[in-house]
């Protein structure tokens, strides 16, 4: 071989070297800070407190709260809302879970036509409703325990 064709193959191997590593940092990156994330549209700093937002009066049979029935936060209680519950080991999650099995944005809860939709956001280990994993956005009954990693969480009245 020439040496010309020994350098273009050693600059290759070089570059796709160096994509290997930048590719490696930004998904360390992303588990350690989680992705970054455009504000609401519509949404704005004004420097104010926000108002409280009235909380509806929940139906009959709807669930309340979030209760987590297994692993280290057991006893846990989160008021349902409107608003989207967050699982995961990043700091600005709801539910914020130190578990080795749960990835820093691992699953949400939100409402949806009168019922809650468990997701999975992409974890490595998977999020389970009862025995299933779940694949795609799926709806919650009430008692029926989702599994992150090694905490058990159910939607009870």
Known sequence: MSELTLL???????AVLWFFVIAAVGV?????????TAPAAGARKTGKPAKPVAKPKSKKGEPRQLIVTGGPLQGTTINLTEQP??????????LVVTDDYASSRHARLFPQDGQWIVEDL????????????????????????????????????
Request: hydrophobic residues 35%.
């Open 8 to 14: 273009l193959i050693r600059l290759a191997f070089l």
């Open 28 to 36: 360390i990156r992303t588990d350690l800070f989680g992705s970054r």
């Open 85 to 94: 519950i967050t699982i995961g080991r990043a700091n600005d999650a709801t």
């Open 122 to 157: 992409g974890s490595t280990n998977g999020t389970y409703l009862d025995r299933s994993k779940v694949t795609r956005p799926t709806p919650v009954p009430l008692g029926v325990p989702i599994r992150v990693g090694k905490t058990v969480i159910e939607l009870r009245k």
